[in-house]
């Protein structure tokens, strides 16, 4: 019965040494990679706090053009268009701009002037008109539109903008209108002395120039008064 006891004990200790062996084993092998693995994130906790959180690129699922696809709005530049014109106080400023239809049906405009303004949003004195509020274009054809601005009461060194409107149906479509009121660098013009047109050769024998001599009626009084006398008897 002693023996008995005695082997179950020993048998215990070897069991127990065993699965000491094999923790200590397991521990051993597995505390490289734990070690490695707190490292890393503890390297990736710092660079969190030092830089933020890093973005997410979400891969797109269109990768190309495709019917499905809803299009995508976008909206028309602010001017398809500028025109700048330069013109002095009391001129009559007329601009021309052509509206051609690219399209392959029929397109109908309407045509509009917005208020013309200076910089400091002040109207000014006069405003401008269009020769035409409407156009109707076929497929490829263009169609010329004036405006008109009367510069009377206009001063020098002003700037004004306005924008001319297009719109067919929904969108407007802009041609943005600058006017600089200044004075044009003119032609100068010096006239000559007009004795230097009259001036001849007196003649073959002279050389020098000299002027014209101017010719006089003379009239007798004397005989003028007689033949009143004569009259008068």
Not at 120 to 143: I, W, Y
Not at 148 to 158: C, E, M, Q, Y
């Amino acid at each position: 019965m002693a023996n008995t006891t005695n082997n179950i004990a020993d048998m215990q200790k070897t069991l127990t040494d065993n699965f000491q062996q094999l923790t200590n084993l397991s521990v051993s092998a597995f505390k490289p990679v734990m070690q490695g693995m707190i490292n890393n994130m503890s390297s990736i906790s710092n660079s969190i706090l030092k830089n933020g959180l890093p973005q997410i690129k979400i891969p797109s699922l269109n990768t190309g053009d495709c019917d499905c696809c809803p299009p995508k709005q976008t909206c028309p530049p602010h001017c398809i268009a500028a025109i700048t014109r330069s013109a002095m106080e009391g001129e009559r400023v007329i601009t021309a701009f052509t509206v051609k239809n690219d399209c392959s049906h029929t397109k109908s405009y309407r045509i509009g002037v917005r208020e013309l303004k200076d910089e400091n949003g002040t109207m000014a004195p006069a405003q401008p008109t269009l020769n035409k509020n409407f156009v109707t274009l076929d497929a490829g054809r263009s169609e010329q539109v004036l405006v008109t601005i009367d510069l009377a009461n206009f001063k020098n060194g002003s700037t004004y903008t306005t924008e001319i409107v297009l719109r067919e149906k929904e969108i407007n479509q802009n041609i943005c209108f600058t006017l600089i009121v200044e004075n044009s660098n003119s032609t100068l013009v010096t006239p000559q002395d007009e004795n230097q047109y009259k001036l001849r050769w007196q003649s073959w024998k002279d050389h020098y120039y000299c002027e014209r001599p101017t010719f006089s009626r003379v009239i007798d009084t004397r005989q003028e008064t007689n033949v009143l006398s004569i009259a008068d008897n």
